[in-house]
T-cell receptor
Framework: NAGVTQTPKFQVLKTGQSMTLQCAQDMNHEYMSWYRQDPGMGLRLIHYSVGAGITDQGEVPNGYNVSRSTTEDFPLRLLSAAPSQTSVYFC??????????????FGPGTRLTVL | AQSVAQPEDQVNVAEGNPLTVKCTYSVSGNPYLFWYVQYPNRGLQFLLKYITGDNLVKGSYGFEAEFNKSQTSFHLKKPSALVSDSALYFCAVRVNTDKLIFGTGTRLQVFP
């Protein structure tokens, strides 16, 4: 199993550009989520999904869109990038909802810089 | 509101010495607490969790954590540190069935 994969590893955007961060998992996990990691702030939840066709907002959803058309994929879209979105983005998955019972598996991250 | 705090940005320890990484929490109801580790240029990895039961929880790589309800703490410990333990450690608390809140992280540096 490849686990949780994320592409690209690095990305530089100009303000106003759009892009999609890709996330895929091959473990047939129902639950997937996106976090951003910023110095001194830990990880903050952006959006999550408890199954195909179901998504919901986390702590910091503004400026980001998600969709979940398949169990495997959970892309994160930035419609109009802003410098405040410069961060490291992590995708995670777990077998099902219930964070207290299901270990989350994290991808290697995407480092995004918005100029 | 649920929250978690890691009061130390960095912890330095000599190899072979015991280590402690501190975490305190604030929750309404029963706490569900977690420790994750992040090695350089990698995603987070689960170490251990406390749901209920024994206050001393054992996890991966020889780590353990002590739940203390009266002090609202969940400190991560290891009896003998290794250089390879050097990493960023995150404490987390369950907000609801779908959400965790992570602390700001503590960088552990183990010196040979």
């Amino acid at each position: 199993n490849a686990g949780v994969t994320q592409t690209p590893k690095f990305q530089v955007l100009k303000t106003g550009q759009s892009m999609t961060l890709q996330c895929a998992q091959d473990m047939n996990h129902e639950y997937m989520s996106w976090y951003r990691q910023d110095p001194g702030m830990g990880l903050r939840l952006i959006h999550y999904s408890v199954g195909a066709g179901i998504t919901d907002q986390g702590e910091v959803p503004n400026g980001y869109n998600v969709s979940r058309s398949t169990t495997e994929d959970f892309p994160l879209r930035l419609l109009s990038a802003a410098p405040s979105q410069t961060s490291v983005y992590f995708c995670a998955s777990s077998r099902s909802r219930g964070v207290e019972y299901n270990e989350q598996f994290f991808g290697p991250g995407t480092r995004l810089t918005v100029l | 509101a649920q929250s978690v705090a890691q009061p130390e940005d960095q912890v330095n320890v000599a190899e072979g010495n015991p280590l402690t990484v501190k975490c305190t929490y604030s929750v309404s109801g029963n706490p569900y607490l977690f420790w994750y580790v992040q090695y350089p240029n990698r995603g987070l990895q689960f170490l251990l969790k406390y749901i209920t039961g024994d206050n001393l929880v054992k996890g991966s790589y020889g780590f353990e954590a002590e739940f203390n309800k009266s002090q609202t703490s969940f400190h991560l410990k290891k009896p003998s540190a290794l250089v390879s333990d050097s990493a960023l450690y995150f404490c987390a608390v369950r907000v609801n069935t779908d959400k965790l809140i992570f602390g700001t992280g503590t960088r552990l540096q183990v010196f040979p």
